[in-house]
């Protein structure tokens, strides 16, 4: 058995994961919308929103999110969350796993 809980003192962490557990899927949360732009290679992301409201924004797509959504990101698909309540709280899976399969999208601004 494996039993973690949330920081509420930190914007987002990891519960459990391949780097500290036989479980071959990372499991973590959020409770704000964090503004990171970014896509994976090869990895799915899914959300599971479980408190509040918050705006994904999913290859230029405004994705509103309630208590009770899902949203999976698929690989290449560039996301981030632009706006959550102050009572926001997601959970979210990655898979399948892949080490260092984050990349950031870098703007430029006129």
Known sequence: M???AID???PKGWLVGPWNSPVPIPIGYANQGIQTLHYHAQMYEVY???KGTSTALVNGVEVPLQAGDMLVVEPGEVHTFS???PDYLHFVLQ?????N??????TVHE
């Open 2 to 4: 494996i039993h973690a």
């Open 8 to 10: 509420p003192t930190q």
């Open 48 to 50: 599971l929103i479980a």
């Open 83 to 85: 706006a959550s309540s």
């Open 95 to 99: 898979t399948p796993f892949v080490h």
């Open 101 to 106: 399969d984050k990349q950031l999208v870098v």
